[in-house]
Antibody, heavy 120, light 111 residues
Framework: EVQLVQSGAEVKKPGESLRISCKGS????????IVWVRQLPGEGLEWMGI????????RYSPSFQGQVTISADKSINTAYLQWNSLKASDTAMYYC?????????????WGQGTMVTVSS | QSALTQPASVSGSPGQSITISCTGT?????????VSWYQQHPGKAPKVVIY???KRPSGVSSRFTGSKSGNTASLTISGLQAEDEAHYYC???????????FGGGTKVTVL
């Protein structure tokens, strides 16, 4: 079965660092771009950035450039989303998804989501 | 760049057809045939129902159809069913600086 499995929910304090993960299985992980999408509580979806695990080519939305780091380790079929210093406004659900088709907007397989809560 | 514009809510009775609009600009929706639509039920991950404006992924009901005219894309759900009640988000490629924009989402209610 083709799937993406994300790491579990996190509760952190402002200023702390965090890395969440997204592990693919059932397909050639390195051959598909992986996107990260943010969903603030009760709000819509936001495209954060995307990575190609084969060569770690990474593109960021201008809104998230410099705020997060996206990386991947193709040897263990895993993509990551990292923060160096969390803020309360980072509290959200984060999804990873696999790109399909010929553009950066189409994603067919989604992870279950990782809820990140940042509170003092 | 601003998110794409969708109506906050659309409703219809079972069996009816509804259409959700998604308005962008000549820099995104109007310039590329890369518009997708996602269905999201509460507490669940999104699911793609349309990609590249009109294409349906394998397994998605033919009741979902996509179209585009100028800077506005549309998703039509025909033969509305209770299971269609969800939030729907449009998504468009927006070039090599912005990359991708989502719409604000539309809540579909089946009356």
């Amino acid at each position: 079965e083709v799937q993406l499995v994300q790491s579990g929910a996190e509760v952190k304090k402002p200023g702390e660092s965090l890395r969440i993960s997204c592990k693919g299985s059932g397909y050639t992980f390195a051959g598909y771009w992986i996107v990260w999408v943010r969903q603030l509580p009760g709000e819509g979806l936001e495209w954060m950035g995307i990575i190609y695990p084969t060569d770690s080519d990474t593109r960021y939305s201008p809104s998230f450039q410099g705020q997060v780091t996206i990386s991947a380790d193709k040897s263990i079929n895993t993509a990551y989303l990292q923060w160096n210093s969390l803020k309360a406004s980072d509290t959200a659900m984060y999804y990873c998804a696999r790109r399909f088709g010929t553009s950066f907007d189409a994603f067919d397989i989604w992870g279950q989501g990782t809820m990140v809560t940042v509170s003092s | 760049q601003s998110a794409l514009t969708q109506p906050a809510s659309v409703s219809g009775s079972p069996g009816q057809s509804i259409t959700i609009s998604c308005t962008g600009t000549s820099s995104d929706v109007g310039n590329y045939n890369f518009v997708s639509w996602y269905q999201q039920h509460p507490g669940k991950a999104p699911k793609v129902v349309i990609y590249e404006v009109t294409k349906r992924p394998s397994g998605v009901s033919s009741r979902f159809t996509g179209s585009k005219s100028g800077n506005t894309a549309s998703l039509t759900i025909s033969g509305l069913q209770a299971e269609d009640e969800a939030h729907y988000y449009c998504c468009s490629y927006a070039g090599s600086r912005t990359y991708v924009l989502f719409g604000g989402g539309t809540k579909v209610t089946v009356l």
